[in-house]
């Protein structure tokens, strides 16, 4: 096992943690902003020009597809974190890496490394040895 593949690995675990963090927060802004469309917030004034209700609805909606979308990606950021740090599921962080890339800028520079530390010969060896001993 080379230590400085193992302090890569552990680093790129912790940064996992971080910027799932990130996405649940962001996440949480597209749902404030979907609540403000639909109640009518967003436009106040009783001479506002706010769009007719259905509008705000497709908003509304919009917005919780895309919480529900970023919670969802933040969570499994968060289990290829837990399975960076216990060297499982190689293919499964390379994927959520590859998903991660849309989430610029962080998320962005995160996957790119991820993908080039995951795709190191020894690297791919610690994740056969653990595989191997599990």
């Known amino acids: 096992m080379n230590d400085e593949d193992i302090q890569h690995l552990n680093l790129l675990s912790t940064f996992h943690y971080i910027v799932a963090g990130l996405m ?3 996440s949480c802004m597209y749902m404030i902003f979907g609540y403000a469309i639909v109640s009518g917030r ?3 004034g009783p001479n506002s020009a706010a769009p007719p209700p259905f509008v705000a609805w497709i908003f509304g909606v919009t917005t919780a597809v ?3 979308v970023g ?3 933040a969570i499994c950021v968060v289990i290829a ?3 960076l740090r216990s ?3 190689r293919i499964f ?3 959520v890496a590859a998903i991660e890339c849309t989430f610029t800028p962080f998320g962005t520079v995160l996957g790119v490394f991820t993908i080039i530390v995951l795709n190191k010969n020894s690297v791919k060896q610690i994740f056969a040895q653990q595989t191997a001993t599990s």
């Open 24 to 26: 649940a927060l962001v």
């Open 42 to 44: 967003y436009f106040p």
């Open 66 to 68: 895309a919480t529900v």
């Open 71 to 73: 919670w969802t990606l």
């Open 81 to 83: 974190a837990r399975k």
């Open 87 to 89: 060297r499982a599921g």
């Open 93 to 95: 962080c390379m994927v």
